[in-house]
């Protein structure tokens, strides 16, 4: 999980968090409870985080990648340098 994305994930949550507490801290009265918006917060910050973590991971096809590094050539046959190749 690349750093950008545990920023985010930690900002989501702390935002969750932040919006539970906040919905559960008022005064009771007579209409719709107020802990629905903090777990309707919650579902929705857990897809979000869930689906930006999914996206940073490479596919899972047939089984774990397996990479090296092979040489490159141009199109006259010179070695031109390396080349990280996965199969």
């Not at 750093?3 to 005064?27: D, N, Q």
């Not at 629905?36 to 991971?57: C, D, F, L, P, R």
Request: with cysteine.
């Amino acid at each position: 999980m690349s750093i950008k994305t545990r920023i985010a994930a930690v900002a989501l949550a702390a935002l969750a968090v932040t919006g539970s507490i906040v919905s559960t801290t008022s005064s009771a009265e007579a209409k719709q409870p107020g802990w629905v918006w903090g777990v309707g917060a919650g579902i929705a910050t857990a897809a979000v985080v869930g689906s930006a973590i999914a996206a940073s991971n490479d596919p899972y096809y047939y089984g774990y990648h397996r990479c090296g590094w092979v040489a490159q050539y141009n199109a006259f046959g010179q070695y031109v340098g390396r080349v990280r190749s996965c199969y």
